[in-house]
């Protein structure tokens, strides 16, 4: 990691999902710019924090070209994102204590800011207490986000308790929306957290990758 990294937090990247609307298998292992997708994603989250993992279910080997630990679900069944924001929680509690959040970033979102960890930090620092989630045109991006792991054993009780939905459980210690202005590339401005959940969507991001990253 970068030495300028903060030591408090640890880096998720969430890469647990079915893919249904993609044909199922692994988003981030697609070829996007001659390299996996997930490629992107670690070589722009890992300068910004101290560890990084990725959280995935199934077999582990599959992710072993990075060389990062692969953390599962804490909790089975395929229970949506916030398992993933838990299980990662839980592996920085364990293996790295000096952390105090952790900014999760989604697998498959491969043009994430440089500065995102940056700014979600200061964003906590305004507001402690709260969790700080990414926001573009308007939009909230729930996966991605700066989660404080005191949180841990809320966010377990809630989920045995049925909470799905991200926004339904972030609410309760308070949603902090953190907006990013889209990147200027080749005259369009596109969405930092564009990212590919259907066939037609990762055609529009190797196109994108093709003409350059910024």
Not at 99 to 105: C, N, P, Y
Not at 119 to 142: D, N
Request: charged share 20%; proline share 8%.
């Amino acid at each position: 990691m970068h030495p300028n990294a903060s030591s408090r937090v640890t880096g998720v990247i969430l890469a647990g999902g079915l893919s249904r609307r993609m044909g199922g298998g692994d988003k981030g292992l697609l070829n996007l710019g001659n390299k996996p997708m997930l490629s992107h994603v670690i070589e722009r989250l890992a300068p910004q924090v101290d560890a990084l993992i990725i959280n995935a279910n199934g077999e582990p080997q599959r992710f072993a070209a990075w060389s990062l630990p692969v953390v599962p679900d804490t909790i089975g069944g395929f229970v949506g994102p916030l398992a993933g924001v838990l299980a990662g929680m839980r592996w920085s509690l364990a293996h790295a204590p000096a952390a105090r959040f952790i900014a999760t970033a989604a697998g498959d979102a491969p043009l994430l800011p440089l500065d995102l960890v940056e700014r979600l930090m200061a964003a906590a620092k305004r507001r402690p207490g709260a969790i700080a989630l990414a926001q573009s045109y308007g939009e909230l991006h729930p996966v991605i986000g700066l989660w404080p792991v005191a949180l841990a054993q809320d966010l377990e009780e809630q989920l045995r308790n049925g909470v799905r939905k991200v926004l339904a459980w972030t609410d309760r210690h308070g949603t902090l929306g953190v907006p990013f202005a889209p990147v200027r590339m080749c005259g369009l401005d596109i969405d930092p957290f564009f990212n590919a959940n259907t066939p037609r969507e990762l055609e529009q991001l190797r196109a994108t990758i093709a003409k350059g990253v910024p």
